[in-house]
């Protein structure tokens, strides 16, 4: 079974930065991507960032600029660095990793949240 476990989340104050991680753990992992989505208290989830291969990204047009994802494929692991910290950035980020393996064709795989407040 293919977990995505997260961490890095926390109350900061606005104009600082945080920094989310998540790490695939399986066996025979094939990862054609992964990404950060995030929900906020009453809002639909939206694609924060995304990346394929391993430069390939795509922003939200509010985190371009600020955010920047990237990628450690030895260690099946997506970061999310996040500069100048709005209020508007507090959500629940879940990362998503599409994953291939010995028995499974690509398959969307999803971390268990983790929760970021901006907050003065």
């Known amino acids: 079974q293919v977990q995505l476990v997260e961490s890095g989340g926390g109350l900061v104050q606005p104009g600082e930065s945080l920094v989310l991680s998540c790490a695939a753990s399986?066996?025979?992992?094939?990862?054609?991507?992964m990404s950060w989505h995030r929900q906020a208290l009453g809002m639909q989830r939206e694609l924060v960032a995304f990346v394929t291969g391993d430069t390939n990204t795509t922003y939200l047009d509010s985190a371009k600029g600020r955010f920047t994802i990237s990628r450690v494929n030895a260690k099946n692991t997506v970061y999310l660095q996040m500069n100048s910290l709005k209020p508007e950035d507090s959500a629940v980020y879940y990362c998503?990793?599409?994953?291939?393996?010995?028995?499974?064709?690509?398959?969307?795989?999803w971390g268990q949240g983790a929760q970021v407040t901006v907050s003065s």
């Open positions: 998503q990793a599409i994953v291939e393996t010995m028995e499974s064709p690509p398959t969307p795989y």
């Open positions: 399986g066996s025979s992992l094939t990862i054609y991507s």
